[in-house]
């Protein structure tokens, strides 16, 4: 029974993927030189039913065909395996699902390599792209949901029926094409999140949210190690800018240098992952209280290693 279920699932799956190629756009990209994959999809027309129900509670980012689609944002049309593979294609390795600490008699959250998601639509010939978390509200902070660096565990491993081995295992996201999970305990999928909570309290964003049917892009990169080169224009010498920028540094992990510079401006050299440093970015360009923020300019370069803390340069 499972293996025509399979068999039907491949066909479902080869089918949409010729519909996309047949459009110009293939399912799934793997550009490995830059370290992410690119997914073909749509906001799922399933949440239209599903407001009815639980107030309009989803649980998934992502899911693909066949999959949760009533409680899911979006709908690739690539299937669990398929990004499975891709993940590894990257040179990632599975990580760890979600599962129960008997000692500390709690659940504990995924682990392994984080990954960024972005989304991007086209609104009157124009592109919009998001952060994948700009698409849900939390019900609690009553606010968007916060950008994460979400968790590539693989899925949880279950038995794989379909093998001769009766010690054969396969991960549960190919079976029920979960891909990118709300809740952090939620082992189901291949990405977790890394927010810990019981439930998930998030719906639609409708102030973000294109129409449902609406086709979108997905890119799912790693949340990779990188140097970044900020300067900061305004009135940011002689208002404490530096030690401003250590202090969140310090609190971020990020390793690097602030400097002042002779024309004005604040040099700033920061190493960590991606997400990260668009964290530092956006609390650069607030600034300490007695500051003015005009500008900050920013190149990305190559991760050094060479700094293991971070300084105020004088």
């Not at 065909?65 to 944002?73: N, P």
């Not at 001769?164 to 996201?173: G, K, M, N, R, Y």
């Not at 002689?238 to 310090?250: E, I, K, M, S």
């Not at 050094?304 to 971070?310: A, C, I, Q, V």
């Amino acid at each position: 029974m499972l293996c025509r279920f399979r068999r039907i699932s491949c066909i479902i799956a080869v089918s949409f993927v010729w519909i996309a190629v047949s459009q110009g756009e293939e399912a799934i990209q793997i550009l490995e030189n830059e370290q992410k994959i690119v997914l073909t999809g749509e906001i799922s027309k399933a949440l239209g039913t599903y407001d009815e129900h639980l107030q309009g509670a989803v649980e998934y980012l992502l899911c693909g065909r066949r999959g949760k689609e009533y409680e899911s944002i979006i709908v690739v049309n690539s299937s669990a395996e398929e990004i499975y593979d891709a993940m590894l294609k990257l040179g990632l390795k599975r990580g760890v699902p979600p599962m129960y600490n008997e000692e500390k008699d709690e659940m504990m959250g995924a682990t392994g390599t984080s990954v960024l998601v972005f989304v991007e639509w086209s609104v009157n010939s124009e592109t919009k792209r998001v952060r994948a978390e700009d698409l849900l509200y939390n019900t609690r902070t009553k606010k968007p949901m916060q950008h994460v660096a979400w968790i590539f565990s693989g899925s949880r491993e279950i038995p794989d029926l379909d093998s001769e081995d009766q010690d054969a295992t396969i991960p549960q996201a190919f079976v029920g094409n979960d891909i990118i999970a709300l809740n952090y305990i939620d082992g189901s999928a291949l990405f977790q999140s890394p927010i810990p909570s019981e439930e998930s309290p998030y719906k639609k964003n409708p102030e973000v949210l294109p129409p449902l049917g609406t086709s979108v892009k997905v890119t799912i990169e790693v949340n990779q190690k990188m140097q970044r080169y900020i300067l900061i224009s305004g009135k940011v010498q002689g208002v404490g800018f530096r030690h401003f920028t250590r202090q969140n540094a310090l609190k971020l992990g990020v390793h690097g240098y602030a400097k002042n510079l002779p024309n004005g401006k604040v040099e700033v050299v920061a190493e960590g992952d991606k997400a990260t440093l668009d964290a530092l970015v956006s609390i650069l360009w607030k600034g300490p209280p007695a500051s003015k923020v005009e500008d900050v300019k920013v190149e990305a370069r190559p991760h050094s290693g060479e700094y293991n803390s971070f300084a105020v340069k004088f």
